[in-house]
C-alpha cells in the first residue's frame, strides 16, 4: 500500500512538472517578443491607456521611452520573425503616435520577434526612406509573414546601404 501510495505521489509529481515544462515552453514560442517605442513627451500623461492599446493591437511586451524635447524619428524596425499581423499593427501604432513612417531598419539588425518603433539608436547608414506607396503595399492585409519579410527585405536590400545624409569627413 505504502508503494502505492509513493507511486502515485511520483506520478502526479511528474505530471505536475511536465505540464509546467510543457507550459513554459508553449509560452515561450507563443511570446510575442519585445516592443520598444520612443514617443513625445506630450504622450507621457495618456501612458496606461496607450500601453493597453498596444497590448490590444497584439503589440504586448511594451516599453515606452519618452523624448523630452521634439519629435521621435518616423522609423520602423522590424525582426524577421515578427508576423505581418503584429508588423502592420505597428505600423499602425507609428502613424496614429508618431505621425507616419518615413524610414525602415532593416531586420538583419534585430532578434526574431522585436519591434521598434522611433529608434534613435541608428543612424543615416542603416535608415532605408520609404513612401507612401510602398507603406501601403506593406499594409496588405492580404499579405502573408513570409511574403510581408520577403517585400521589407525588398525594401531594405544589404546589398544596396542607404545613400547616406549625413557630412563626408
Known sequence: MTCNILGAVLATMLGVLSFGATAAAQQASASPGRV????????????????????????????IQWMRLGHPPMNLGLGPGVTAERARAAIRMAKKYNGGVTILLPERLFPDH???????????????PIG??????LENPSLTTEQFHEQYRRLTPIDQP?????RAF
Open 36 to 63: 520598444e517605442v520612443v514617443l513625445a513627451n506630450e504622450h507621457r500623461t495618456h501612458v496606461d491607456a496607450i500601453k493597453q492599446e498596444f497590448g490590444e493591437a497584439g503589440l504586448g511586451n511594451v516599453h
Open 162 to 166: 542607404p545613400v547616406k545624409k549625413g
Open 114 to 128: 522585436y519591434v521598434t518603433i522611433a529608434s534613435s539608436s541608428f543612424d543615416d547608414t542603416v535608415e532605408y
Open 132 to 137: 507612401e506607396e510602398a507603406l501601403t503595399e
